[in-house]
Protein backbone atom coordinates (compact mmCIF):
# COMPACT_ATOMS: atom_id res chain seq x y z
CA UNK A 1 0.00 0.00 0.00
CA UNK A 2 3.24 2.26 1.01
CA UNK A 3 4.58 1.13 -2.52
CA UNK A 4 1.46 1.97 -4.30
CA UNK A 5 1.10 5.79 -2.63
CA UNK A 6 4.74 6.33 -3.25
CA UNK A 7 4.35 5.54 -6.28
CA UNK A 8 1.78 7.66 -7.43
CA UNK A 9 3.45 10.68 -5.75
CA UNK A 10 6.42 9.78 -7.63
CA UNK A 11 4.57 10.43 -10.77
CA UNK A 12 2.73 13.10 -10.18
CA UNK A 13 5.93 14.66 -8.98
CA UNK A 14 7.75 13.74 -12.46
CA UNK A 15 5.24 14.55 -14.46
CA UNK A 16 4.91 18.47 -12.61
CA UNK A 17 8.44 18.34 -12.88
CA UNK A 18 8.67 17.70 -16.89
CA UNK A 19 6.48 20.60 -16.92
CA UNK A 20 8.50 23.15 -15.74
CA UNK A 21 6.77 24.12 -12.98
CA UNK A 22 8.13 24.45 -9.70
CA UNK A 23 6.30 22.05 -7.23
CA UNK A 24 6.20 22.91 -2.87
CA UNK A 25 5.87 19.20 -2.33
CA UNK A 26 5.61 20.11 1.56
CA UNK A 27 6.75 23.62 3.27
CA UNK A 28 9.32 23.66 6.14
CA UNK A 29 8.42 26.32 8.81
CA UNK A 30 11.31 25.75 11.40
CA UNK A 31 14.01 23.94 11.47
CA UNK A 32 15.60 22.78 15.00
CA UNK A 33 18.19 20.93 15.10
CA UNK A 34 18.57 19.31 12.08
CA UNK A 35 14.76 18.00 12.61
CA UNK A 36 12.14 19.80 10.91
CA UNK A 37 8.30 21.06 11.43
CA UNK A 38 5.95 21.13 8.12
CA UNK A 39 2.98 22.88 7.49
CA UNK A 40 0.96 19.72 7.26
CA UNK A 41 2.67 19.32 11.01
CA UNK A 42 0.38 22.90 12.30
CA UNK A 43 -2.71 21.78 10.48
CA UNK A 44 -2.62 18.32 12.14
CA UNK A 45 -1.74 20.41 15.41
CA UNK A 46 -5.01 22.88 14.46
CA UNK A 47 -7.38 20.00 13.88
CA UNK A 48 -6.35 17.89 16.75
CA UNK A 49 -6.82 20.80 18.88
CA UNK A 50 -10.33 21.44 17.41
CA UNK A 51 -11.27 18.02 17.64
CA UNK A 52 -10.43 18.55 21.29
CA UNK A 53 -12.55 21.52 21.84
CA UNK A 54 -15.36 19.96 19.76
CA UNK A 55 -15.20 16.72 22.16
CA UNK A 56 -15.09 19.12 25.17
CA UNK A 57 -18.25 20.57 23.89
CA UNK A 58 -17.18 23.96 23.31
CA UNK A 59 -19.49 26.30 21.42
CA UNK A 60 -18.95 26.66 17.91
CA UNK A 61 -18.61 30.26 18.16
CA UNK A 62 -15.74 29.66 20.91
CA UNK A 63 -13.73 27.00 19.24
CA UNK A 64 -12.82 29.34 16.34
CA UNK A 65 -11.89 32.24 18.58
CA UNK A 66 -9.87 29.57 20.77
CA UNK A 67 -8.26 28.45 17.77
CA UNK A 68 -7.60 32.21 16.54
CA UNK A 69 -5.95 32.68 19.70
CA UNK A 70 -3.81 29.62 19.92
CA UNK A 71 -2.96 29.93 16.20
CA UNK A 72 0.79 31.92 17.59
CA UNK A 73 0.89 29.34 20.19
CA UNK A 74 0.79 25.97 17.63
CA UNK A 75 4.74 27.03 16.33
CA UNK A 76 6.12 27.43 19.89
CA UNK A 77 4.44 24.75 21.40
CA UNK A 78 5.55 22.10 18.35
CA UNK A 79 9.41 24.11 18.46
CA UNK A 80 9.75 23.42 22.23
CA UNK A 81 7.96 19.38 22.06
CA UNK A 82 10.83 18.71 19.49
CA UNK A 83 13.30 19.90 22.22
CA UNK A 84 11.95 17.98 24.43
CA UNK A 85 12.53 14.73 22.56
CA UNK A 86 15.65 15.63 21.73
CA UNK A 87 16.94 16.25 24.55
CA UNK A 88 15.47 12.82 25.65
CA UNK A 89 17.34 10.97 22.13
CA UNK A 90 20.67 12.63 24.07
CA UNK A 91 19.68 11.29 27.60
CA UNK A 92 19.15 8.10 26.05
CA UNK A 93 15.72 7.63 27.99
CA UNK A 94 13.70 4.78 26.77
CA UNK A 95 10.21 4.64 26.99
CA UNK A 96 8.96 1.40 24.35
CA UNK A 97 8.15 -0.37 27.37
CA UNK A 98 5.77 2.38 29.06
CA UNK A 99 4.38 2.87 25.37
CA UNK A 100 4.22 -0.95 24.75
CA UNK A 101 2.21 -1.20 28.53
CA UNK A 102 -0.43 1.71 27.13
CA UNK A 103 -0.73 0.25 23.89
CA UNK A 104 -2.15 -2.94 25.39
CA UNK A 105 -4.28 -1.58 28.78
CA UNK A 106 -6.00 0.56 25.70
CA UNK A 107 -6.27 -3.13 23.61
CA UNK A 108 -7.53 -4.57 26.57
CA UNK A 109 -10.10 -1.95 27.39
CA UNK A 110 -11.24 -2.28 24.34
CA UNK A 111 -11.73 -5.81 24.51
CA UNK A 112 -9.86 -5.99 20.83
CA UNK A 113 -7.76 -9.73 20.99
CA UNK A 114 -6.50 -9.36 17.10
CA UNK A 115 -3.79 -7.58 16.71
CA UNK A 116 -4.91 -5.63 13.14
CA UNK A 117 -8.46 -4.99 14.23
CA UNK A 118 -7.32 -3.06 16.99
CA UNK A 119 -4.65 -1.25 14.56
CA UNK A 120 -8.07 -0.33 12.41
CA UNK A 121 -9.74 0.98 15.67
CA UNK A 122 -6.41 3.07 16.18
CA UNK A 123 -7.24 4.31 12.46
CA UNK A 124 -11.07 4.69 13.02
CA UNK A 125 -10.83 6.60 16.40
CA UNK A 126 -7.85 8.84 16.14
CA UNK A 127 -7.07 9.18 12.20
CA UNK A 128 -3.81 8.00 12.36
CA UNK A 129 -2.26 5.17 11.43
CA UNK A 130 -0.78 2.31 14.13
CA UNK A 131 2.50 3.36 13.49
CA UNK A 132 2.04 7.06 13.36
CA UNK A 133 -0.10 7.00 16.75
CA UNK A 134 2.22 4.79 18.34
CA UNK A 135 4.92 7.38 17.71
CA UNK A 136 2.99 10.08 18.63
CA UNK A 137 2.65 8.15 22.18
CA UNK A 138 5.84 7.48 22.89
CA UNK A 139 7.14 10.84 21.85
CA UNK A 140 4.33 12.39 24.57
CA UNK A 141 5.70 9.78 27.01
CA UNK A 142 9.57 11.00 26.14
CA UNK A 143 8.45 14.64 26.56
CA UNK A 144 7.08 13.86 29.93
CA UNK A 145 9.54 11.64 30.92
CA UNK A 146 12.72 14.70 30.22
CA UNK A 147 10.08 17.11 31.86
CA UNK A 148 10.26 15.31 35.17
CA UNK A 149 13.73 14.46 35.16
CA UNK A 150 15.32 18.09 33.65
CA UNK A 151 12.44 20.16 35.44
CA UNK A 152 10.53 18.51 38.24
CA UNK A 153 12.83 16.68 40.15
CA UNK A 154 14.59 20.30 40.15
CA UNK A 155 12.03 22.03 42.16
CA UNK A 156 12.50 22.32 45.69
CA UNK A 157 9.45 23.96 47.59
CA UNK A 158 9.97 23.85 51.06
CA UNK A 159 7.51 22.40 53.43
CA UNK A 160 6.94 26.03 55.39
CA UNK A 161 5.76 27.87 51.80
CA UNK A 162 3.56 24.33 51.29
CA UNK A 163 1.69 24.49 54.65
CA UNK A 164 1.46 28.35 54.34
CA UNK A 165 -0.24 27.91 50.99
CA UNK A 166 -3.07 25.74 51.99
CA UNK A 167 -3.26 27.56 55.56
Given amino acids: MNALRLGACWLIFAAAMSAGEPVVVE????KVNGDIITRSDLARARQELEASLRQRQVPPSQIA???AQSEKDLLRDKIDNL???????ELNVNVDSEVTKYLAQIQSDNKIADPEKFQAWIRENTGMSYEDFRSELRNNFLSQ???GQEV???VNIPRRQIEEYYE
Fill in 27 to 30: QIIA
Fill in 65 to 67: EIL
Fill in 83 to 89: LLIQRGK
Fill in 145 to 147: RVL
Fill in 152 to 154: YSK
